[in-house]
């Protein structure tokens, strides 16, 4: 989502905007829990997966999948949790 090129700016801009909103919201915007959501934007960018993943997942089950790399290995995980659930 920062790209390569901009790489290091965007590292800043969520550091600053990280800090920010912590100090004005609380620990769930924290620098960390930042990079977090970018990392989900990217590996579910489509929306309805999302709407549909939502109301069976919980966030904790997102943090967990969103890092595994191998798109068969998110799909199935992700369908392992829904049907747990």
């Given at each position: 989502i920062l790209g390569k090129?901009?790489?290091?700016?965007g590292k800043q801009i969520v550091?600053?905007?990280g800090r920010e909103l912590n100090a004005e919201f609380g620990r769930g915007?924290?620098?960390k829990s930042l990079w977090h959501m970018i990392?989900?934007?990217?590996?579910?960018?489509?929306?309805?997966?999302?709407?549909?993943l939502r109301r069976q997942l919980s966030w904790t089950h997102f943090k967990h999948i969103i890092y595994l790399d191998d798109l068969l290995k998110r799909d199935f995980y992700a369908e392992m949790c829904r049907v747990e659930r």
């Open positions: 090129e901009r790489g290091e700016y550091s600053a905007v915007f924290s620098e990392r989900f934007a990217e590996a579910f960018p489509d929306e309805e997966i999302v709407s549909a």
